[in-house]
T-cell receptor
Framework: SQTIHQWPATLVQPVGSPLSLECTVE??????LYWYRQAAGRGLQLLFY??????ISSEVPQNLSASRPQDRQFILSSKKLLLSDSGFYLC??????????????FGPGTRLTVL | DQQVKQNSPSLSVQEGRISILNCDYT??????FLWYKKYPAEGPTFLIS?????DKNEDGRFTVFLNKSAKHLSLHIVPSQPGDSAVYFC????????????FGAGTRLFVKA
């Protein structure tokens, strides 16, 4: 069965510090991968998505970047965090070859607080 | 530009009654619509979906209705149970959109016992 992991679960970082959030998927190959952010009281905002190794599409201009160094690994980074980067970060994947490409499976999320 | 809109931030329903969550969209290229359920501090989980070639899809207590001419869909939960209390996200995808899924802002459902 497929599983998706995210870590850390919670993170408190000072303004101006770097960030690295990691997401890995097990039990599948060549998935589409996504990073979302849910700010307090807001919906899910798509930040980045990737259809393959090294292929990253950015949805919104921001202080963050993403990388996909391996097929099932997706990393969200920042060189200098802003207060507005606080939120709940979610990684998701889609099983492209199952015929249900539209259904996304989400990880448990990372709660980031920037102080 | 909000392509998927959930105009009701919250909804309160009595246990056993029907819950109706609404969603509107603006992009006529969307061809697949989904509902996700989310509990606090967890990732959303897929609930039910509907293709644009259908107007209704049912799965147990959950039914999704799609009105393409009005660019409107709704999720019906009958009967509502206290365990249904969660945030419900409406989402939409387009085949031409590279498998991007656009989410609404969510509606928090409270089911009172």
């Amino acid at each position: 069965s497929q599983t998706i992991h995210q870590w850390p679960a919670t993170l408190v970082q000072p303004v101006g510090s770097p960030l690295s959030l990691e997401c890995t998927v097990e039990g599948t190959s060549n998935p589409n991968l996504y990073w979302y952010r849910q700010a307090a009281g807001r919906g899910l905002q798509l930040l980045f998505y990737s259809v393959g190794i090294g292929q990253i599409s950015s949805e919104v201009p921001q202080n963050l970047s993403a990388s996909r160094p391996q097929d099932r690994q997706f990393i969200l980074s920042s060189k200098k965090l802003l207060l507005s980067d606080s939120g709940f970060y979610l990684c998701a994947w889609t099983p492209l070859r199952s015929g249900r490409a539209w259904e996304q499976f989400f990880g448990p999320g990372t709660r980031l607080t920037v102080l | 530009d909000q392509q998927v809109k959930q105009n009701s931030p919250s909804l309160s329903v009595q246990e056993g009654r029907i819950s109706i969550l609404n969603c509107d969209y603006t992009n006529s290229m969307f061809d697949y619509f989904l509902w996700y359920k989310k509990y606090p501090a967890e990732g959303p989980t897929f609930l039910i979906s509907i293709s644009s070639i259908k107007d209704k899809n049912e799965d147990g207590r959950f039914t999704v209705f799609l009105n393409k001419s009005a660019k409107h869909l709704s999720l019906h939960i009958v009967p509502s149970q206290p365990g249904d209390s969660a945030v419900y996200f409406c989402a939409a995808s387009a085949a031409t959109g590279g498998f991007k899924t656009i989410f609404g802002a969510g509606t928090r459902l409270f089911v009172k016992a």
